[in-house]
Structure formats: structure tokens, C-alpha cells
């Protein structure tokens, strides 16, 4: 390798999450669509248009989906759709089993197949988010197990790399059952320059975790938020005060001078109370986020 060959390799390490100037970027996710057009038994891909203008409309210029967008099959609609309604692809999300080694082998694999696919397509995406699979009823993974998923994660990471693209783990409520054993071992057992963390603050709350103590916690590894809120333990339609003071977060986000991701990801369940359109909720959700979160 010459040394011009060198200093374009070097270019390849993302940039530093943290800046002195605060400076979050908003973005939103489509997953309550995708509830709401499995609900009614729609197939989700005659609504991509309405789904991105309705974006737009509210005022979101960035999105994370998910691998359902992306499908080789929707893939270049998917991006000239975006392009139409001039919204970035930032954030593409995808899952799968990691803690065996076969599942592991066909989950990064599928993972670059998308990566490549959605930021050939689009031209701006920047990061993968990965839930991998938990165990059936949310059973806890073996310690062997465990060292599989981290081994797994690094590597998917470092193929990432290549494609100057970054990892990011989300997590949901098994991860963080058993004093968020599962999480922990993640974290402590990847690299914290290639693997960073999605912080899906709701479920660290439903998963019987301090929110401030993990977001203190993960901090200097924290490239994004996922930000929902509940009443009573029950996800509330928009974005909005409720079981969760958001405002300390805000506050530690801005004394760190977090300049990730903030995204808005709504979803419903049973006992969800649904009085507005989803198209009202994306827009009350991003006007209330930036009133708490914008300097």
C-alpha cells in the first residue's frame, strides 16, 4: 500500500459522534406504518409513496427503514420514491439469528447484501442498525452463545467499514432482562470503535432498566436514540410527555454535545388510545422532539 493509497484508507473511520457544538439530527421511522398496513392487510409496498410524502409533509428530512423497504425487488422504487419527496435514507434497519454460527454466517451476509444494495440505490445511506434475534419466549442465551453474537457483530462491523458504513446494536426487552446481562456482554465484548450503540430508550424503560444510568453509561458509543413514550406502561400514539422525562435526556444530550441521531419511532399495541391520523402524530412527535431537544 503507497501512501496515497494509505491516507484514502484512513478517510474510511466515521466521524467522532461528539462535537463541542450540540448539534442532533432528527429523523423518523416508519415502523407504525408498518403496523398499521399489516393491521388493516394491506401489502405495504402499494403505500411507499403516501408513506414518504406524508414524511415530508410533516417535516422530516432524514428516515431509518426497515429491510421490509428494501426488499431487491423494491429496492430502486424505494430510493427514487425518497429522491421524489427529497428525504435521506440515513438508516437502514435489519435482524436476524448471531448467536449460532450459521446464523450468524447468513445474517452478515444478508446484511452487506442490503448495505450495498440500499447505498448503491440511494447514495446517502450511512448506518446499519441490527437487533439480533433473541432466543424463542425470550429465553437468555448461552455464555457460548453470547461470544458468538460479539464475535459475529465485529465482524460484521469491520465489512461494514469498508463500505464506509457504520454499526449500530438496538436492543429490545430480552436483551435487557437479567440486569441487561445479554446488552452488557454485547457492549463490553465489541469493539467500541467499530460497534456503537442504537439506544432504544423506551424499551431500556420496559425492560426494567434507569434510562439515565445506561445513557450515561453508553454515551461515548451512542450514534443514535429511538425515541417513543407510554402513559401507565401503554405506548402513546405521538410522541409526547409521558411515563419518561425526556427533558433530563435532553439536558445530558446537550451537556455531552451528542450530535447522532434522535428518531422518532412511534408505535402502537392493544391498549394503544388512537384519536389522530398517523400523519397528525409524525408532525406533533417532531414538533414536540425539537422543543425539548433543539438548543
Not at 407504525?32 to 402499494?46: A, C, G, N
Not at 460484521?156 to 441487561?180: D, F, I, S, Y
Not at 445479554?182 to 470503535?193: G, I
Not at 443514535?224 to 419518561?244: M, Q, T, Y
Amino acid at each position: 500500500m503507497n501512501r496515497r493509497t494509505f491516507l484514502a484508507a484512513s478517510t474510511l473511520v466515521l466521524p467522532p459522534l461528539r462535537a463541542a457544538a450540540y448539534k442532533p439530527i432528527f429523523a423518523g421511522q416508519a415502523y407504525v406504518f408498518q403496523q398499521h398496513y399489516s393491521r388493516i392487510k394491506e401489502p405495504l409496498d402499494k403505500h411507499f409513496d403516501e408513506i414518504f410524502q406524508a414524511f415530508r409533509i410533516a417535516g422530516y428530512e432524514r428516515l431509518e427503514l426497515t429491510n421490509a423497504f428494501f426488499a431487491p425487488e423494491f429496492t430502486e422504487r424505494t430510493a427514487g420514491l425518497l429522491k421524489r419527496h427529497k428525504l435521506k435514507l440515513a438508516i437502514v434497519y435489519n435482524g436476524g439469528p448471531m448467536h449460532t454460527a450459521d446464523g450468524a454466517d447468513k445474517t452478515i451476509a444478508d446484511t452487506l447484501a442490503l448495505a450495498r444494495r440500499v447505498k448503491k440505490a440511494t447514495g446517502t445511506l450511512e448506518w446499519v442498525n441490527i437487533n439480533p434475534n433473541p432466543l424463542p419466549k425470550g429465553a437468555a442465551k448461552s455464555d457460548e452463545e453470547l461470544k458468538i453474537q460479539a464475535a459475529a457483530l465485529n465482524r460484521l462491523a469491520t465489512e461494514l467499514k469498508r463500505e464506509k458504513l457504520g454499526l449500530m446494536v438496538h436492543q429490545h426487552a430480552p436483551e435487557l432482562a437479567n440486569k441487561a446481562r445479554e446488552w452488557r456482554h454485547l457492549m463490553a465484548n465489541t469493539d467500541p470503535k467499530l460497534v456503537y450503540a442504537c439506544l432504544d430508550i423506551h424499551w431500556f424503560y420496559r425492560g426494567g432498566q434507569d434510562v439515565m444510568t445506561h445513557l450515561k453509561e453508553w454515551a461515548p458509543r451512542t450514534a443514535s436514540l429511538h425515541l417513543r413514550n407510554s402513559k401507565d406502561g401503554v405506548w402513546i400514539e405521538e410522541f409526547a410527555p409521558g411515563d419518561i422525562d425526556y427533558t433530563q435526556v435532553a439536558a445530558y444530550l446537550k451537556e455531552q454535545g451528542y450530535t447522532g441521531y434522535l428518531v422518532i419511532e412511534l408505535a402502537v399495541e392493544a391498549k394503544t388510545e388512537q384519536t389522530a391520523s398517523i400523519e397528525s402524530n409524525i408532525r406533533r412527535s417532531l414538533n414536540y422532539a425539537e422543543s425539548i431537544f433543539k438548543k
